[in-house]
């Protein structure tokens, strides 16, 4: 684990207090910048644990004790804002990167393996290579691939046109046959945007390719934490946020935010403490950073904060299932896969994380947009997947399934739909010192966790702009330019 970069509790608190009202990695972000830029700074959580939408439980197994992601997350190379993060609560190490981007990708029906890879070489020829040798392609498909990415390259993401237009359509009119969608383009877009082609804003599908693999040759480079989310986003988290002087508020909702009697505003929320069900709570601060879920936001957003607040209510939420199964044996041997042809998307090998132990293993499947069974029967679910493992993976047909269990995220991400770009509103709002943070605000980037950690960074700096205080503006830019490096 590196150390670190701890940053001295600084003694000079002159500016009026911040409350940051949600511990999410947005909220996390926004409060350990702030404190580290030397503001008194209250940090309120509904829940009993920081990490918000990205968090890890206990689950007595029958195969043990395991501790369980909510839902396998990945980040990226160019996801250089979480790293930073990562680096603040010294976990860099527990989620590190593939040194070159490689991705086995399984065609079910053909039982055949190919791989996504990059080489070292400059854009765009650093995907040339890979693309040559994909198996899942024909030749004329490659070329129009090829074709379509360089003409994604011209575009700009934040271009409003392309908001409003979806990305299936741009694909159509850019040659993209239905294989090239299922066995490229949706094989990246589905997991990263939350959402088919069809359902997504060409505008963040720009974004996602642009950058992740377009821009700087290592930008898609995988990154996978070795250890549960919660070590990360909770627990590391929590503990730099006290050095760094934060008071962090755990099982405390907030309620509402008006007018304080002397200027500012005043939070109120309810503790819930052993004792007592809940207990009021009152904070008066000079700003405070709403970095909630989208809906909470509407509630809790004073009158005169946003030009339409219903607004926010139009951006729609998505979900996403994991399929949790344990083998008595080893059954796949790279760290993830990703299949073609096959209900399954994504698949990742979560032994270590979880602390299992005695030589079986643990498959973690990730199925994004997947609205169509997050309701279905874990009885049901239980019969298509483990059918389809025994399909995609040959030693799970003679292995015994000691443990199958599901997680459904419902609001797990923002519907990426069409048009949902002019929804998303800014960090600052029109009331001095209410600020907006969360991965749905207007970040340019899709529902992730560098989305989170971005709109953190921009409240805190909106923040001590207004207090006019410098900010410390080396992360994230620092690691881009070793994300381009790459
Ligand atoms: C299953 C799943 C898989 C995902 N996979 C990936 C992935 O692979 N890569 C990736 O980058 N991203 C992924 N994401 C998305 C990523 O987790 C989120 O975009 C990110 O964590 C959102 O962070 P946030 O701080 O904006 O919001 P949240 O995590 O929603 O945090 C908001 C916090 O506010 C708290 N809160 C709400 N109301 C109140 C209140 N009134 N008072 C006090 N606190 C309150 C909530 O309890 C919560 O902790 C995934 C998400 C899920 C669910």
């Known amino acids: 684990m590196t150390a670190p970069e701890t940053r001295p509790a600084r003694t000079r608190r002159a500016a009026r207090p911040v409350v940051v009202i949600g511990g999410g990695l947005a909220g996390t972000?926004?409060?350990?910048?702030?404190?580290?830029?030397?503001?008194?700074?209250?940090?309120?959580?509904?829940?009993?644990?920081?990490g918000g939408l990205a968090f890890s439980f206990r689950r007595d197994s029958p195969a043990g004790a395991l501790t369980v992601?909510?839902?396998?997350h990945v980040h990226l190379r160019c996801c250089t804002a979480y790293q930073w993060f990562l680096r603040r609560v010294g976990a860099t190490e527990l989620a590190p990167l593939q040194r070159r981007l490689d991705v086995p990708v399984l065609d079910a029906a053909a039982g055949r393996l190919g791989r996504l890879r990059r080489t070292g070489l400059p854009v765009p020829l650093h995907l040339a290579a890979g693309l040559a040798t994909y198996p899942h392609l024909s030749l004329a498909e490659r070329a129009a691939v090829g074709r379509a990415a360089l003409a994604m390259k011209r575009l700009d993401p934040a271009d409003p046109a392309l908001d409003g237009t979806d990305f299936a359509s741009w694909l159509h009119r850019h040659g993209q046959s239905a294989r090239s969608v299922e066995a490229l383009w949706e094989l990246v877009g589905v997991p990263t945007l939350n959402a088919r082609a069809a359902d997504s804003s060409m505008g963040l599908a720009a974004k996602v390719f642009k950058t992740g693999l377009l821009t700087t040759p290592g930008g898609a480079d995988i990154g996978v934490s070795h250890a549960p989310l919660g070590d990360l986003h909770d627990i590391l988290a929590r503990a730099e946020l006290e050095r760094a002087g934060v008071r962090t508020m755990l099982q405390t909702r907030a309620r509402g935010i008006a007018p304080a009697p002397y200027g500012g505003w005043r939070v109120t929320a309810d503790r819930r403490t052993a004792q007592t069900r809940e207990q009021p709570e009152e904070l008066d601060a000079g700003t405070v950073v709403l970095a909630v879920p989208q809906g909470e936001a509407h509630r809790l957003v004073p009158d005169g904060a946003l030009p339409d607040k219903d607004r926010l209510l139009r951006i729609g939420d998505a979900p996403i299932l994991n399929i949790h199964v344990v083998y008595d044996r080893r059954v796949l041997r790279r760290p993830f896969f990703t299949a073609l042809g096959s209900p399954v998307q994504w698949v990742f090998d979560r032994t270590v994380p979880s602390g299992l132990t005695g030589g079986g293993q643990y498959l973690a499947l990730s199925q994004s947009a997947a609205a169509g069974e997050i309701d279905t029967p874990v009885a049901e679910l239980r019969r298509r997947y483990l059918r389809e493992l025994a399909r995609l993976l040959p030693a799970a047909r003679g292995a015994n399934v000691v443990d199958f269990f599901v997680t459904r995220e419902r609001t797990a991400t923002f519907a990426p739909d069409p048009g949902v770009g002019r929804l998303r509103p800014?960090?600052?709002?029109?009331?001095?010192?209410?600020?907006?943070?969360?991965?749905?605000?207007?970040?340019?980037?899709?529902a992730t966790m560098e989305s989170a950690v971005r709109s953190g960074i921009t409240a805190a700096r909106e923040a001590l702009g207004s207090t006019g205080r410098a900010h410390d503006d080396e992360?994230?830019?620092?690691?881009?330019?070793r994300a381009a490096a790459a």
């Open 29 to 50: 972000t926004a409060a350990l910048r702030l404190a580290d830029a030397g503001l008194e700074v209250t940090l309120l959580e509904s829940r009993p644990r920081l």
């Open 69 to 72: 992601d909510n839902g396998q």
């Open 426 to 446: 800014p960090a600052r709002t029109g009331l001095p010192g209410v600020l907006l943070a969360g991965a749905w605000t207007d970040t340019g980037w899709p």
């Open 475 to 481: 992360p994230p830019h620092g690691t881009e330019r």
